[in-house]
Structures are given as C-alpha cells and as structure tokens.
C-alpha cells in the first residue's frame, strides 16, 4: 500500500469524548497516526464540512455510535515529530451516547468503556487525559 504525501499545511481534525454511564470510550488506533495508543474517536474534517457534521460523520464511520454533541472540550496540536508525519489541529468535543454499540473500521482495533480516572497504564495520545477532563466538567455543567 503507498502512503500519499502528508500535505505541507497544518489540517483540521476533531474528536469526540464519548460519556455513556459516566464512563469514556477510548479506542486504539490501528495505524498512524498515533497506531496503538488509545485516543477518541474522531478524524479530518473535509473541506466545507461543518465541524459538527464531521465529527457525527467520523463517529459513525469509526465506531457506529450515534451521539449528541454538548460542546468544545478543548483542542490539541500535533505537530510533526519525525519525517512523514502530519500536523493537525484537534477540536475535542464532549458528547453523550445516544445509541448504538461499537463496531470498529479498520483504523481502530480496539475500544474500552472507562472510569475517566481508570486509564491505568494503557498508552494515551498527548493531552488526553486533560481533554476528558475538561469533557467531564462540561457534561456535568
């Protein structure tokens, strides 16, 4: 499989902090970037998509869940560490379950349901932890 060129511009991605019971769906991410960390769902937004559009788009495609989205979370920048690598800005964004239950693409392979404060040892994409904190407080609002 060839890569395409990663862009030479900084694109625009979200993700979603999924609440379902007071516990956070991660999921681990099957390839780059970030393959094998566990991170939220979400993905690039498309040129001329609202962000709330792409990131119900995105969670949909990536796990099959309908959700409701509450607000902005927070936002993180990836820059790009090695050769090859992209740079992205993230808007994170709170959101409740609504339906549905996980059924991975193959960009993930792997999901947890969690206590936000159980995420023990598994590997995090940077900033995570703060993300769904701040999620949190905004669901709770």
Request: aromatic residues 8%; negative net charge; proline residues 7%.
């Amino acid at each position: 499989m060839v890569t395409p060129p990663q862009p030479q511009h900084p694109q625009l991605a979200v993700s979603a902090a999924i609440f379902r019971d007071d516990k956070i769906l991660l999921v681990r991410r099957a390839r780059s970037p970030a393959k094998g960390f566990y991170s939220l769902p979400g993905g690039r937004v498309e040129f001329g998509e609202a962000l709330h559009s792409a990131l119900h788009r995105e969670v949909r495609e990536e796990t099959a869940l309908q959700i409701e989205i509450v607000g902005l979370s927070g936002w993180r920048e990836a820059l790009p560490g090695a050769p090859g690598r992209g740079h992205y800005l993230i808007m994170s964004f709170a959101a409740r379950w609504i339906s549905g239950e996980p059924v991975l693409n193959e960009e993930l392979d792997d999901f947890r349901w969690l206590a936000p404060d159980a995420t023990g040892d598994l590997r995090l994409t940077d900033g995570l932890l703060e993300i769904i904190q701040s999620a949190r407080r905004l669901l709770s609002a």
